[in-house]
């Protein structure tokens, strides 16, 4: 099966930058879209971010568009989360996830994504 790691989490004052990585073993990286969601504690898990599988077009909501930039490196097996201009919302642990069937769309629900990785802490302070 699919295994996804996410990395680069961490405390960052608002304002600031985070890029957060995920790199994928198994399966076939290039033939799946690839989203980022987060969760909040006593929230529910949201969509940040989307991809198509060979990087040609995203999807953002409105709560991080112009902020957060999805993007991937299929020779590495890995899909990034550049996180700019962080707000104390922006606090959650994000996870990233493997959209493997009908990919001609970018889903934005998490019944699509058969695949998720552990998660990792982003913290922002204000």
């Known amino acids: 099966q699919v295994q996804l790691v996410e990395s680069g989490g961490g405390l960052v004052q608002a304002g600031g930058s985070l890029r957060l990585s995920c790199a994928a073993s198994?399966?076939?990286?290039?033939?799946?879209?690839m989203g980022w969601f987060r969760q909040a504690p006593g929230k529910e898990r949201e969509f940040v971010a989307g991809?198509?599988?060979?990087?040609?077009?995203?999807y953002y909501p409105d709560s991080v568009k112009g902020r957060f930039t999805i993007s991937r490196d299929n020779a590495k097996n890995t899909v990034y989360l550049q996180m700019n201009s962080l707000k104390p919302e922006d606090t959650a642990v994000y996870y990233c996830?493997?959209?493997?069937?009908?990919?001609?769309?970018?889903?934005?629900?998490?019944?699509?994504?058969?695949?998720w990785g552990q998660g990792t802490q982003v913290t922002v302070s204000s």
């Open positions: 198994g399966g076939t990286f290039s033939s799946y879209n």
């Open positions: 996830a493997a959209q493997t069937s009908n990919i001609l769309i970018i889903h934005t629900t998490i019944g699509r994504y058969a695949f």
């Open positions: 991809i198509k599988w060979n990087g040609g077009s995203t």
